[in-house]
């Protein structure tokens, strides 16, 4: 008996069976196939195309699910986000036709097993052949790999990174922010060192790597008695109070905020709604500036970041 029914698999396809009604027997065969085929085909000794990669790049561009193409003599070639359709060649071969990138060839020396496998999805078309919608998936377990060729102290595994860019005057282009990257803005240097020191922004020319921010939205009570610092931060264009746990050895910041919570106590969802609200504005920030306690330090002098790396490339 093989992975997958027309139930299980039809849990995995809605796509499909909205479009054509139904899976049947030979599409559940067809799947069971190639899902042994490629679990079947799996080597623990060197790595096999439909294997996947956690990569790092030189730049510290990390992916957790990069698929292996194909593999000449002394490279793989990999892709990080990719859409796998797999066919049976001549003996019995896999082949992969792949959407999705980027794209890197990688030296096969730098690739070492991990001792772990994932699923990873495949697809191939069903019974009504190549049309809209026409495609079923399935997963098979397959081997995981690791290669790191960082060339950074840090990479986006355990950090988040941004490009920045200092403006030294932003007036001439209609704008008031020096610094700004994708999707932030700063208006000068103490709330760009304030964002800085609060996600614990390391500077690398203009390259910045930062600890990942984890939120999380809590019940008035459990915000109440969390024993963390006490912050700002912005939601919505207003400014609230946060509280912020640093976890250093991972590299986190857990920023716990009031936000709509479960209560039954008041049924009707209107009465509810009215009543947080009223809650939800008692927890808006007196400061004006987010990362408020990060802005106290710098401001005191606890703290002091140099900006000349970042501001050396700086626009024309």
């Known amino acids: 008996m093989g992975k ?4 299980t698999l039809s849990k995995i396809n809605a796509r499909f069976t909205n479009a054509h009604y139904k899976l049947t027997e030979p599409d559940v065969e067809m799947a069971n196939q190639y899902v042994e085929l490629i679990e079947n085909s799996r080597r623990k000794e060197k790595p096999m195309p439909g294997d996947i990669v956690r990569y790092t790049s030189k730049d510290g561009e990390y992916s957790s699910h990069a698929f292996i193409e194909k593999i000449d003599e002394n490279q793989a070639y990999i892709a990080e986000h ?4 797999i066919w049976e060649g001549e003996e019995s071969d896999i082949r992969f036709s792949i959407s999705g990138g980027p794209f890197y060839s990688i030296p096969l020396d730098k690739i070492t097993y991990s ?3 994932e699923e990873k999805r495949f697809w191939h078309f069903g019974h009504c052949g190549a049309c809209a919608d026409g495609g079923i998936d399935f997963y098979a377990n397959v081997n995981v790999w690791e290669c790191d060729l960082n060339e950074k102290d840090f990479s986006t595994r355990t950090h988040d990174k941004y490009w920045i860019t200092y403006d030294p005057k932003p007036e001439k282009r209609g704008s008031r922010y020096h610094f700004f990257t994708l999707g932030k803005a700063w208006e000068n240097d103490i709330d760009f060192l304030a964002w800085l020191r609060t996600f614990r922004g390391v500077i690398d020319n203009n390259m910045v ?7 999380h939205h809590v019940t008035p009570e459990e915000f109440d008695a969390l024993n963390a610092i006490e912050d700002t931060f ?18 986190t910041v857990h920023t716990y905020f009031v936000w709509y919570w479960e209560d039954d106590s008041i049924p009707d969802f209107g009465e509810r709604m009215n009543y947080q609200n009223k809650i939800l504005d ?4 007196a400061s004006f500036y987010e990362n408020e306690y990060a802005r106290t330090e710098i401001k005191n002098g606890t703290v002091n970041i140099d ?3 970042i501001k050396g490339h700086c626009m024309d």
Not at 4 to 7: A, G, H, K, V
Not at 209 to 215: E, F, P, R
């Open 4 to 7: 997958y029914t027309i139930e």
């Open 115 to 117: 001792g772990e496998q």
């Open 282 to 285: 008692s927890y808006k920030a």
């Open 307 to 309: 900006l000349s790396e």
């Open 234 to 251: 912005r939601r919505n264009g207003s400014i609230w109070r946060c509280k912020r746990i640093y976890d250093d050895a991972n590299y």
């Open 209 to 215: 790597w930062t600890y990942k921010n984890i939120k």
């Open 82 to 85: 990719s859409s796998v359709y």
